[in-house]
């Protein structure tokens, strides 16, 4: 029979894996104990032969409450008073779903007020416009 290869879990740049497994692997990695943030899942196999491979897999982590914001982009240059809305909400228990505040409140879109005045505008023509026929 001939021998498998290991496959070795290691998160970040921690010396100590999380596993190792024979290989094939089937492996549930529970973020819950990962602190929130940008972190990298490194895999390491090693043939029968002594053979290494490795394989970096960039991933970030967010169990803590999501977090909305409105009024600020990333890199955003900024001057004078910015006015923001920030709205955080926790998922809650993962067998129920939270309606309370799981809904972040945003502003009326420009383009919606772009509408509305258009058509605004408009209607007003049309009835003055039928207004001024009609009376002749």
């Given at each position: 029979m001939e021998d498998q290869s290991t496959v070795i879990i290691f998160i970040d740049d921690d010396e100590k894996?999380?596993?190792a497994f024979a290989s094939?692997?089937?492996?549930?990695?529970?973020t819950r104990k990962i602190a929130d943030g940008k972190h990298v899942l490194k895999i390491v196999s090693k043939d029968?032969?002594?053979?290494?491979?490795?394989?970096?897999?960039?991933?970030e982590v967010r169990n803590g409450p999501a977090i909305a914001i409105e009024g600020m982009q990333e890199n955003a240059?900024?001057?004078?008073?910015?006015?923001m809305m920030i709205n955080a909400y926790g998922k809650?228990?993962?067998?129920?779903f939270l309606i309370t505040g799981s809904e972040s409140p945003q502003s009326i879109p420009a383009l919606f007020w772009?509408?509305?005045?258009c058509f605004t505008g408009w209607?007003?023509?049309?009835?003055?416009?039928?207004l001024s026929l009609s009376g002749d």
């Open positions: 894996p999380i596993g094939p692997v089937n492996f549930e990695l529970d029968p032969t002594g053979k290494e491979g490795i394989r970096m897999i960039p991933f240059v900024v001057d004078g008073i910015v006015p809650g228990d993962q067998k129920k772009i509408l509305l005045i209607s007003l023509y049309y009835l003055i416009t039928y």
